[in-house]
């Protein structure tokens, strides 16, 4: 029932799958800007422009916990987009690392 904190740990989750990717890839990663510029160009390596789209999605929800303007109902429309793009990230990971899927 907390559009802001459920946002926020949804947004989190995809940070936290860049950031594992970025360590995976030893690109350094320190600001919020950096982890949306390695997004970008991740999806630009890739020829998936749907991890761009995705992470903007997943970045509004970060910022909803600031300024609540989303519902509950709103926040569980991106869940599966979320989803989706967590678990595309963090396929990007040979098994042997990634060992808690």
């Known amino acids: 029932g907390e559009a802001g904190k459920a946002g926020e740990l949804l947004g989190g989750s995809v940070a936290q799958a860049l950031y594992a990717v970025a360590a995976y890839t030893n690109t350094p990663v320190k600001t919020h800007r950096a982890l949306k510029n ?10 998936d422009q749907t991890i761009e789209i995705d992470f ?8 909803n916990f600031y300024d609540v303007q989303q519902e509950p109902q709103d926040i569980e429309i991106v869940i599966p987009v979320v989803q989706e793009l967590v678990s595309k990230l963090l396929n990007l990971i040979p098994g042997e690392l990634a060992t808690s899927r």
């Open 56 to 63: 903007v999605v997943a970045e509004s929800l970060h910022h």
């Open 38 to 47: 390695f997004a970008i160009q991740l999806a630009r390596d890739l020829g």
